[in-house]
């Protein structure tokens, strides 16, 4: 019941939506439980009218209950009631039901002909449309919690997105909402209907002879034991299957996205017994889960056996009729089929338990980047961007210390260092990836934490070494940079990156798809591309990161020509491995384990014969 509780909770405010369909399903189970406690009695009636039951054994047992009760007159009040009700529908079942002995009417021949398909229709209709109204709403609420997840992991800051792992993050939004989906669509329906039958079925079988219906009640211990044990195994199980199929999803995305170095370096056969390793686990996990699933039904069947066995035996003991035994058989079956579907739900419900956890885990996580709640306005960059006294460390790791920088605008600043000196991480926190551990930074004379994020990042363009466009067509990947740019702008900005001519040569020109990976491009075309995008969104901060280290010298000088057409008229702050690039910068700042340790002109900082001159004799820069 606890894990119920649990996934129930966590999956109400999305129920709540769809609150009117969701109760008409709740209601249609209600009803098709409901009719399940008419069976026992049509059964049990349509048995006396074949084979009518012998008055002394028939009457003996409520002749002598009514005897022990005639001190309690409210109690054979209510007694004579019923049996004059019962006499009432006897009557009027006389004349659309056929008895053994009487000339059958037409009505009878119809009556008999119709009462059992009438019913078992029925109850197929409302169990059909209280399933179709559960799936309804469980489509909706799994397609929202989908959707809240992938909002909810955009929201969050690049440190998350360092620690998960691919093939988790796909997990939380498929499965795990998948699993959700299952238990609302198959578990919530048959949660409504089958505890409905049970007492529908129990109430009929008590007004027809209580204490058959207690014998029968007896082994009902037996199955519910064994299902809860059943359900820890299973949820264990779901646990440890889960873990190997996010290892084995993150291992195939890893293989595809680098197929060039597995095929460089011969390791198709380490990647083949990597997969191998995670499908074992799967496998083992599978297997433990599928065990302790098929045990329920058998459990439920073995316990019921005795249960029909001693109703049996008590039925030859007590001198019952057939119509009793048929009744209480039919009534058995209709009992303990709901309690195996009701093993089952259990059984579902701790499997989607996990995924449950891992969703509230993950709707649980804060930004460490937090929006302010009341954000500053950032106006248009006019003056200058501050860096004071900026420290930031990954953990107990320091990676940069006590920068103090000024940027004006219109400057071209190159930040140059060896790996590892902190020339991304500068980056990072310029545009709020993540936020200094100590000192602040300012544009405009606004912290940047005062700001909103969407605001910030509003007035900055990043032109980055690692190139990402989407499987879109070249028109729609330049057009991210604005979302409302039209065509005749896109192919201006093109123009602009020197991207027109190429694009324009393709086979559907600016329609063409660039393909997953945009694989069919060059190096220089991506790049050229991303210009493009920078070109349009027309920030007044330009963020060069390495732009053209990926890049031979043919297609790099294509790219540096866009880029210094794309840095007119803009403050550019530019990183770069080839130091050249940095020639006609204002100003280059020099890192040096997190630290500045040198500043000043190209010219200048060769001459100084210090860190920078030493990294460019290396690159053949004397």
Known sequence: MKSVTFVFQFGWPYIARYKARFVTGILLGICFGLVHAIYPVMIKSLAERIHPPVVAIATEPVQKAADKKTDNDLKQTLLQKAKHVGARLEKKADSWLPRAGNPLTWKQIVG??????????????????????????????????????????????????????????????????????????????????????????????????????????????????PVVAIGRKVKSATQGMLKATIGQSSHLLEGFANIRVVKAFRLEEVMKERFRHFAHQNISNNMRATRATQLVNPVIEFSS??????????????????????????????????????AGIHVLFQTALVGVERLRETMGERPSVQEPITPATLPPFSKQIEMRNVSFSYGDQPILQNIEMTIRKGQKIGIAGESGSGKSTLINLLFRFYDPTDGGIFMDGVNLRDASLDNLRQQMALVSQDVFLFDMSVAENIRMGRLNATLPEIEDASRHAFAHDFISQMS??????????????????????????????????????????????????????????????????????RLSTLENCDEIIVLEKGRIVERGKFRELIAQQGTFSQMARKQGIA
């Open 112 to 225: 008999c002909l119709l009462l059992p398909p009438i019913l078992i229709g029925l109850r197929g209709l409302l169990g059909y449309l209280s399933s179709y109204y559960m799936a309804w709403v469980s489509l909706r609420v799994m397609t929202d919690m989908q959707y809240d997840v992938m909002v909810k992991l955009h929201s969050l800051s690049l440190d998350y997105f360092n620690r998960a792992k691919t093939g988790d993050l796909m997990a939380r939004i498929g499965s795990d909402t998948g699993s959700l989906y299952r238990c609302l669509n198959l578990g919530l329906s048959d949660l409504v209907k089958e505890p409905i039958t049970i007492m529908g079925v129990l109430c009929g079988l008590f007004i027809m002879d209580w204490q058959l219906t207690l014998i029968s009640l007896v082994f009902m211990p037996l199955c519910v034991a």
């Open 305 to 342: 056996a005795f249960g029909i066995s001693a109703l049996l035996l008590f039925i030859f003991i007590s001198g019952r009729t057939i119509p009793d035994l048929l009744a209480f058989v039919t009534g058995i079956l209709l009992f303990f089929g709901p309690v195996k579907k009701l």
């Open 508 to 577: 559907q020109g600016y329609e063409t798809r660039v393909g997953e990976r945009a694989t069919r491009l060059s190096g220089g075309q991506k790049q050229r591309i991303s210009i493009a995008r920078a070109f349009i969104h027309n920030a007044p901060v330009l963020i060069l990161d390495e732009a053209t280290a990926a890049l031979d010298s043919n297609a790099e000088a294509e790219v540096q020509k866009a880029i210094d057409h794309l840095a007119e008229n803009r403050t550019a702050i530019m990183i770069a491995h």
